[in-house]
């Protein structure tokens, strides 16, 4: 059986690999995930918590009584509303966020999850 590949081929092949590895390296050094990020709780437009988003850091926050409630968690640099009793699970089903300016909305109890960083965002503005 013929060998299919030229060397031209493989040589395409690493060029390929080697600038994608380079790639992935330069974003990870460049882009770091978690600076100084924190986010924001509010209620009704109230703040009422600000957890810290930093690599190892845990916390979850309860947020109403025993009916019409959401549980916030904080993880290792992302939060996430883990668990609420609203009836479309919006705000669960949004899943974890991790970089500013995300958000988290669960309409039913008018709560928002706002990430905020003291670092610039590519993001130029927001409508509200």
């Not at 493989?10 to 978690?34: D, E």
């Not at 190892?56 to 968690?73: A, C, D």
Request: charged content about 20%; glycine content about 8%; some cysteine.
């Amino acid at each position: 059986m013929k060998n299919v590949l030229t060397i031209a081929d493989k040589w395409l092949i690493a060029v390929v690999l080697a600038l994608s590895g380079i790639g992935i390296i330069l974003s990870i050094i460049m882009f770091p995930a978690y600076g100084d990020t924190k986010a924001e709780v509010k209620v009704n437009g109230t703040l009422v918590k600000v957890m810290a988003l930093r690599p190892g850091y845990h916390e979850e926050y309860r947020i109403g009584g025993l009916t019409e409630y959401n549980i916030v968690e904080a993880h290792d640099g992302k939060v996430r509303i883990r668990q609420d009793d609203s009836p479309r699970q919006i705000g669960v089903q949004t899943g974890w966020i991790s970089h500013a300016p995300q958000q988290i909305v669960c309409l039913p109890y008018r709560v928002v999850i706002t990430l905020v960083s003291s670092k610039p965002s590519d993001i130029d503005d927001i409508v509200r």
